[in-house]
């Protein structure tokens, strides 16, 4: 079945560091991509979102594109601040069974320091 | 504002008993979700619905029930037969039927056991 894979966490960062949490993704038709994040004790919002091959989600200085050749939608922001300190989930749109439904990764929890 | 509102925040349940989670959204979304989510295992299906008077089994349904009898309520009860219940519940709605469009969420229920 549909899967995504995101990279282990706990990440740790300290504050205007470079940041990529990688997400790939498995299949059988042309899903859409999404970024939801979690603050402590909330429920997910969604960060971005990409549709279709090539399209560029972003938002708040996050950014990730929809690699087909790769099954990636790897997660980025150049200039990490205290504030982004959450969990991030990767997830996959598909239609199965005449109903939509989302896959989740396991999220991948961001720390930054001061 | 519209959104999705779940309530109680907190819930305790005891040996036997059989308590219900409220959701409850303005969206107008037809496609409404429960999740439950356990520390470093992401999100898992358990009931989700597309339209009113009809829902389906999600990935780990076995001892929750739900009832979709407004499009804007989907209230899911944790029985007796659920014999570990201590998790985040997330409730979700979006349009469905293939819009690859994105989920919303709730900011959650956090059930535990007395």
């Known amino acids: 079945g549909d899967s995504v894979t995101q990279m282990e966490g706990p990440v740790t960062l300290s504050e205007e560091a470079f940041l990529t949490i990688n997400c790939t993704y498995t299949?059988?038709?042309?899903?859409?991509l999404f970024w939801y994040v979690q603050y402590p004790g909330e429920g997910l919002q969604l960060l971005l979102k990409?549709?279709?091959?090539?399209d560029k989600g972003s938002n708040k200085g996050f950014e990730a594109t929809y690699r087909k050749e790769t099954t990636s939608f790897h997660l980025e922001k150049g200039s990490v601040q205290v504030s982004d300190s959450a969990v991030y989930f990767c997830a996959l749109s598909g239609f199965w069974g005449g109903s939509e439904k989302l896959v989740f990764g396991k999220g991948t929890k961001l720390t930054v320091n001061p | 504002d519209g959104g999705i509102t779940q309530s109680p925040k907190y819930l305790f349940r005891k040996e036997g008993q059989n308590v219900t989670l409220s959701c409850e959204q303005n969206?107008?979304?037809?496609?409404m979700y429960w999740y439950r989510q356990d520390p470093g295992q992401g999100l898992r299906l358990i009931y989700y619905s597309q339209i009113v008077n009809d829902f389906q089994k999600g990935d780990i349904a076995e001892g929750y029930s739900v009832s979709r009898e407004k499009k804007e309520s989907f209230p899911l009860t944790v029985t007796s037969a659920q014999k570990n219940p201590t998790a985040f519940y997330l409730c979700?709605?979006?349009?469905?039927?293939?819009?690859?469009?994105?989920?919303?969420f709730g900011d959650g229920t956090r059930l535990s056991i007395l």
């Open positions: 990409a549709t279709k091959a090539d």
């Open positions: 299949a059988t038709g042309y899903p859409s």
């Open positions: 979700a709605s979006g349009s469905g039927q293939g819009s690859n469009q994105p989920q919303h």
């Open positions: 969206l107008n979304h037809d496609a």
